[in-house]
């Protein structure tokens, strides 16, 4: 039977490389996203145009009930869940930390940090051989950031990967007897939308000096690692992180 893998955040970036790639390597795959329609379409057309499966989902995975409704039309559609990517996240122009706003910190920790909490629950109910599941893989999508703290630029942001990297810690350990492995990817500097969010879209090429490797990464090298650490080829790893960062 097809293995079925959701990916947060699915419609641009790392995620839609991760979604493609993933129905490359024969997974049937769930896009998520929160409000850009035409381009998770975009994806899922690209995979069935490709001879895969693929459907698209909307929800905000800050939304308890819409990640409820995103699991639930999982179930519906491909009857079972494999792999969950927790990939989807936001941040805000960069900014010092006293000058961030209240509404703009609960904002990113509920997306980034509760949405991931939100979904990891979900999966392991439908996984864990606890709850009569076969087993499976969450892979979460930490950043290089969580590390370095990103000072003067996203500290809000860092502290909610930091948040992830425990999770993924934690989390592993919770579920290794219950045949569910976890682990995360660092990304580094990547050539992807977000940085356009943070209001310098140029910044991958700004920084990649800093970069042993001397120049950014892509979303499709991010999504390689992804869908080896949900592969059986990584099947005595959890907690486990790989950083994609060109050596920084």
Known sequence: MQKTMLVTGGSRGIGAATARLAAARGF???VNYAGRKEAADAVVAEI????GRAIAVQGDVADAGAVA??????????????????????????????????????????????????CA????RRMSTRHGGA??????????????????????YAASKGAID?????????????????????????????????????????????????????????????LWLASDGASYCTGTFIDVSGGR
């Open 166 to 226: 425990a999770m993924t810690i934690g989390l592993a350990k919770e579920v290794a007897g219950e045949g569910i492995r976890v682990n995360a990817v660092r990304p580094g500097l990547i050539y992807t939308d977000i940085h356009a969010s943070g209001g310098v879209p140029d910044r991958v090429d700004r920084l990649k000096g800093a970069v042993p490797m001397e120049r950014g990464g892509t979303p499709e090298e991010v999504a390689e690692t992804i």
């Open 69 to 118: 409704a995103l699991f639930q039309a999982v179930d519906g559609e491909f009857g079972r869940l494999d792999a969950l990517v927790n990939n989807a996240g936001i941040l805000y122009p960069q900014s010092r930390l006293e000058d961030i706003p209240r509404d703009r910190l609960e904002h990113v920790l509920r997306v980034n940090v509760i949405g991931s909490f939100l």
């Open 121 to 124: 629950a979900e999966a392991v």
């Open 135 to 156: 087993g499976g893989a969450i892979v979460n999508v930490s950043s290089m950031a969580a590390r370095l703290g990103s000072p003067n630029e996203y500290v809000d």
């Open 28 to 30: 049937a795959v769930c």
């Open 48 to 51: 069935e145009g490709a001879g």
